[in-house]
Nanobody, 125 residues
Framework: VQLQASGGGLVQAGGSLRLSCAAS????????VGWFRQAPGKEREFVAC????????TYADSVKGRFTISTDNTKNTVYLQMNSLKPEDTAVYYCAADPSVISSERRNQLAYSYWGQGTQVTVSS
């Protein structure tokens, strides 16, 4: 599975962006999919994940109520809608997928085998 992330950019605080992650090579309808981010000088952290077969949709506390993860199986694409953006959301955002993500490991980046290249999100104050 190859993942291609896009949709990042520069936005003012309070604005919105929608990130996309298109998969090719195999349908990931039954995969667990996740978004992670890495800010300068910080470790990569969990943002959100979804698994239809695993039965979970989970958000980091820092984005809960502002971000929404969704999938379009017809386009083999996962989205991250980001609203009410804050300067602390500035980071490189990565999408990830794996066919075997279990609920207890869903926030762990090591549970995901396939990664996109990252897309930069910058939120100005």
């Amino acid at each position: 599975v190859q993942l291609q992330a896009s949709g990042g950019g520069l936005v003012q605080a309070g604005g919105s962006l929608r990130l996309s992650c298109a998969a090719s090579g195999r349908t990931f309808r039954n995969y667990g999919v996740g978004w992670f981010r890495q800010a300068p000088g910080k470790e990569r952290e969990f943002v959100a994940c979804f698994s239809r077969t695993g039965g979970f949709t989970t958000y980091a506390d820092s984005v809960k109520g502002r971000f929404t993860i969704s999938t379009d199986n017809t386009k083999n694409t996962v989205y991250l809608q980001m609203n009410s953006l804050k300067p602390e959301d500035t980071a490189v955002y990565y999408c990830a997928a794996d066919p075997s993500v279990i609920s207890s490991e869903r926030r762990n980046q090591l549970a995901y085998s396939y990664w996109g290249q990252g897309t930069q999100v910058t939120v100005s104050s």
